[in-house]
């Protein structure tokens, strides 16, 4: 079973702070995303990667960057975080090479941003 | 960039009825359609998918058809049972050797009753 870790389930910040979120996965899958949930806004796609060292914005980059220095790990950075970046953030992966496109999701991390 | 819009928003439904929920996307190149399935406090998992070339693909108590010339495809579950109650989400997306990302619907919460 692909595993999809995220090092932090709850964390609380304050404005202004920086903040790291990290995403391991342990198939070699080439691609990775990161998705904040909301109620009734599903999951958007804030950025990914088809590969070491490439990322693409989704549909809501603003107030993020990422980091992906090795194939196994995907970071999500708040560079000054903001009250309306609380929320649950997912990182999945998937395998490109295998024609398959399911994507496996980590179990998320809550921010809560004060 | 692709829409794509999820309804109902909720959905209460008596064990053994069935549950239907449907979804619009906006992208006509849009050619891979899959649904997730998130329960309480889990992540997201893949439940079934369809492609652009089938109308239609089912999975024991599940179901999903594909309307292309509409731009909208649909979750039916049949017999439901207090299990099927979750988040469920669909997506839309274009398959290309590059990769492709996946736009979310804003999710059914489906609550099923004994």
């Known amino acids: 079973d692909v595993k999809v870790t995220q090092s932090s389930r709850y964390l609380v910040k304050r404005t202004g702070e920086k903040v790291f979120l990290e995403c391991v996965q342990d198939m070699d899958h080439e691609n990775m995303f990161w998705y904040r949930q909301d109620p009734g806004l599903g999951l958007r796609l804030i950025y990914f990667?088809?590969?070491?060292?490439?990322?693409e914005k989704g549909d809501i980059p603003e107030g993020y960057s990422v980091s992906r220095e090795k194939k196994e790990r995907f970071s999500l950075i708040l560079e000054s975080a903001s009250t309306n970046q609380t929320s649950m953030y997912l990182c999945?992966?998937?395998?490109?090479?295998?024609?398959?496109?399911?994507?496996?999701f980590g179990a998320g991390s809550r921010l809560t941003v004060l | 960039g692709e829409n794509v819009e999820q309804h109902p928003s909720t959905l209460s439904v008596q064990e053994g009825d069935s549950a239907v929920i449907k979804c619009t996307y906006s992208?006509?190149?849009?050619?891979?359609f899959p649904w997730y399935k998130q329960e309480l406090g889990k992540r997201p998992q893949l439940i079934i998918d369809?492609?652009?070339?089938?109308g239609e693909k089912k999975d024991q108590r599940i179901a999903v058809t594909l309307n292309k010339t509409a731009k909208h495809f649909s979750l039916h579950i049949t017999e439901t049972q207090p299990e099927d109650s979750a988040v469920y989400f669909c997506?839309?997306?274009?398959?290309?050797?590059?990769?492709?990302?996946?736009?979310f619907g804003g999710g059914t919460r489906v609550l099923v009753k004994p």
């Open positions: 992208d006509s190149a849009s050619n891979y």
């Open positions: 997506a839309a997306s274009i398959i290309k050797a590059a990769g492709n990302k996946l736009t």
């Open positions: 999945a992966s998937r395998d490109s090479e295998s024609g398959a496109n399911v994507l496996t």
């Open positions: 369809i492609r652009s070339n089938v």
């Open positions: 990667s088809y590969d070491v060292k490439m990322k």
